[in-house]
T-cell receptor, first 114, second 110 residues
Framework: DAGVTQSPTHLIKTRGQQVTLRCSPKSGHDTVSWYQQALGQGPQFIFQYYEEEERQRGNFPDRFSGHQFPNYSSELNVNALLLGDSALYLC?????????????FGPGTRLTVL | QKEVEQNSGPLSVPEGAIASLNCTYSDRGSQSFFWYRQYSGKSPELIMFIYSNGDKEDGRFTAQLNKASQYVSLLIRDSQPSDSATYLCAANSGYSTLTFGKGTMLLVSP
């Protein structure tokens, strides 16, 4: 039973560039949430996708956008990268309407913006 | 503003002792609460969740919830050096979105 997978593992970009991160949810899950975790902080919710639509969004600018595909996998896109975008980006999968809303995280993508 | 507060630590305990980790939350509408363990450089790993007032036990871990006081805790019995990590408390904010605290670093010394 495959868990949550993310790619790439690490990424280095320069300011102003654009980046795309990818996530495949755990088998049987249909909902993908993205979080940003800066060093020394807890994860911050970016947005959530279910049935290929953005369902919830946290307090992030529209430079952050996403997509969900029919196979439930998801992408996170960040445009016009800033130094402050350097962080660990986490994808979490869950089952929509699941009783306890348990979310399981992938290994993350470490993004460094120079 | 929905907030989850945790003491950043570090909390230092000797091997074999009980470690007690605490968090408070601001949103009375939160219905379920989660404890994640995060080793340095790794992603958070779900330890357990709780949604009813009282205690919930799972092996060496016990989660406690007091909704009246908006307080959640995690007890780790017989602490081991391998338990040394940052423990994140999270509250369900609706539609499967989680609000996390900053985490408490736990150090278990042999």
């Amino acid at each position: 039973d495959a868990g949550v997978t993310q790619s790439p593992t690490h990424l280095i970009k320069t300011r102003g560039q654009q980046v795309t991160l990818r996530c495949s949810p755990k088998s049987g899950h249909d909902t993908v949430s993205w979080y940003q975790q800066a060093l020394g902080q807890g994860p911050q919710f970016i947005f959530q996708y279910y049935e290929e639509e953005e369902r919830q969004r946290g307090n992030f600018p529209d430079r952050f956008s996403g997509h969900q595909f029919p196979n439930y996998s998801s992408e996170l896109n960040v445009n016009a990268l800033l130094l402050g975008d350097s962080a660990l980006y986490l994808c979490a999968s869950s089952l929509w309407g699941g009783r306890n809303n348990e979310q399981f995280f992938g290994p993350g993508t470490r993004l460094t913006v120079l | 503003q929905k907030e989850v507060e945790q003491n950043s630590g570090p909390l230092s305990v000797p091997e074999g002792a009980i470690a007690s980790l605490n968090c408070t939350y601001s949103d009375r509408g939160s219905q379920s609460f989660f404890w994640y363990r995060q080793y340095s450089g790794k992603s958070p790993e779900l330890i357990m969740f709780i949604y009813s007032n009282g205690d919930k036990e799972d092996g060496r871990f016990t989660a406690q919830l007091n909704k009246a006081s908006q307080y959640v805790s995690l007890l780790i019995r017989d602490s081991q050096p391998s338990d040394s990590a940052t423990y994140l408390c999270a509250a369900n904010s609706g539609y499967s979105t989680l609000t996390f605290g900053k985490g408490t670093m736990l150090l278990v010394s042999p």
